[in-house]
């Protein structure tokens, strides 16, 4: 928990799923060069007589050591040849707003929570609070989500009352709102728990989902959710990304998720692209 302007946010956190080892960068560059001989590395030394079985590509990718990239890296700035190695994280709970400034980082594969599909639980809230219940039964009910990066319940309550209004503005304005927020087979639900908003919410909950719900109501969120996403760089574009956003000039938030992120990240890796880590 950290506090920014008098708000208080959360960290997001992250986990390397995988990564491709740094064996195969110089095998990148011992190609280049024709110099297998002359690793370090027993593995790639064997590369030039023999192609590489299962248990010497295992090896491969376990090398943690290569002076050949380090002088790469450092000396002659041949950065090129660490698109060769890869890493994949799982990030939860940046902000949409993160995922903002992370699109603009062209080499990564990014995939991400998406809002079209995961926002049910929230129209499910608003269509009860509309059955008997009201602003506060829905601000109550989303808040217990912890969908937000902020973390102070009077700025979240700010939030989640606008989100109700947005929603109650196009209730009013679309000819069936009900048929566009609530799946099919769960309609009767309206007339079985009517008056009652918490047993509708739990029945809408529990009964089938209306799947992309996101498609008319994305627009009442804003880029203080928080969303989760799985991110994939090679090692010259995540040099390129920790320069950039472990940095005091960096959005605060992409500087957290770029500070958890070199945390998750082996030292073999951090060797090579980051300087007086």
Known sequence: MEEHYGIKYTRPQ???????????????????????ENSENEAIQSIRNSLPDKRMRDTLNGIEDSKLLDDLAWTYFHHSILEHANLSYLVRGTSRGVLQEHARHRLQAISVRSTRYTMSGIINAFVASQNGGDREFFIKTVLGYDMFVTADEDYNRLEIGAMYDKLLFQMKKVEDFNAIAVA?????????FAGKPQELYDALQNGKKKRNVGDAFKHIITDNVKVDMVVTFNLRSLKNYFALRDSGAAYFQIRWLAEEMKKATPKKYLDLIVKNK
Do not use: M, N, P, W
Not at 26 to 32: F, M, N, P, V
Not at 186 to 192: F, G, Q, T, V
């Open 14 to 36: 992250v986990v390397l799923l995988q990564d491709t080892g740094i064996g195969v960068a110089e095998t990148a560059a011992r190609t280049c060069y024709d110099s297998f």
């Open 184 to 192: 099919k087979s769960s309609l009767d639900y309206l007339k079985e």
